[in-house]
């Protein structure tokens, strides 16, 4: 009998880099294309009505007032969203708005020629209220 060679047999590999560069093409594509549907419009949920006779709360975030020389413009020498108002207006209008919430941002803008002492009532005022979120600027 005759002896058979035997032929080397390879082992079969696969070949990963190709495949990996698709899958990465296909993730891509399923990202980019993905289109999703927003889950809560599409549910079912029973919502109470709003309470008409609730008044809605004041929500204020940032307060700013202006320290002018009362000599020239008139006045005390405060500005509130731009309207002229006494210190004793100021003063109870910081304190409800501090009932709200204590940490609303007050912006003190201090003209060049404004008076130290009413920047000084203005941040007692600040004080008392409760209010600690205070930034002082020059214009």
Not at 11 to 34: A, G, H, K, N, Y
Not at 38 to 66: F, M, N, Q, Y
Not at 96 to 109: D, E, G, L, P, W
């Amino acid at each position: 009998m005759k002896k058979r060679e035997r032929k080397a047999v390879e082992s079969v590999q696969l070949e990963m880099t190709p495949m990996i560069d698709v899958v990465f093409q296909l993730l891509i594509f399923f990202l980019v294309t993905l289109k999703q549907d927003d889950i809560w419009s599409h549910l079912d949920v029973a919502r109470p009505a709003a309470d008409s006779a609730a008044k809605p709360e004041e929500k204020v975030d940032l307060l700013e007032i202006i320290v002018y020389n009362e000599h020239k413009l008139g006045g005390e020498g405060f500005s509130l969203r731009g309207n002229q108002v006494r210190l004793s207006d100021l003063t109870s209008h910081l304190k409800r708005v501090a009932s709200f919430s204590k940490n609303v941002s007050v912006i003190i803008k201090c003209t060049g020629d404004s008076r130290h002492a009413n920047l000084v009532k203005l941040l007692d005022v600040c004080a008392e209220a409760g209010l600690k979120n205070l930034s002082v600027f020059s214009l």
